[in-house]
């Protein structure tokens, strides 16, 4: 993996699933020695907001509210 001019690296998306980081994921990063370790920042109502956001207008259905829930119930 290489850093771009720019100082970007792309994390795998293995990696981004396995933690949930979404576009505009805050991170920070710590320094030891010569390492450094990229960590999530726990936030958890804004990852909810942007989970919600990001499936927003997602449906294909044109089913009401409750014609999904009596699917759901039986």
């Known amino acids: ?32 020695g010569d390492s450094v370790r990229i960590r999530k920042v726990k936030d958890t109502q804004r990852r909810g907001r942007d989970l919600i956001a990001r499936i927003r ?3 294909s259905t044109r089913m009401s509210t409750d014609e999904i829930l009596a699917l759901t119930r039986g």
């Open 1 to 32: 993996m290489r850093i771009t001019s720019k100082g970007q690296v792309t994390i795998p998306a293995e990696i981004r699933e396995r933690l949930g980081l979404l576009p505009n994921s805050e991170v920070t990063f710590e320094v030891t």
């Open 57 to 59: 207008g997602k449906a």
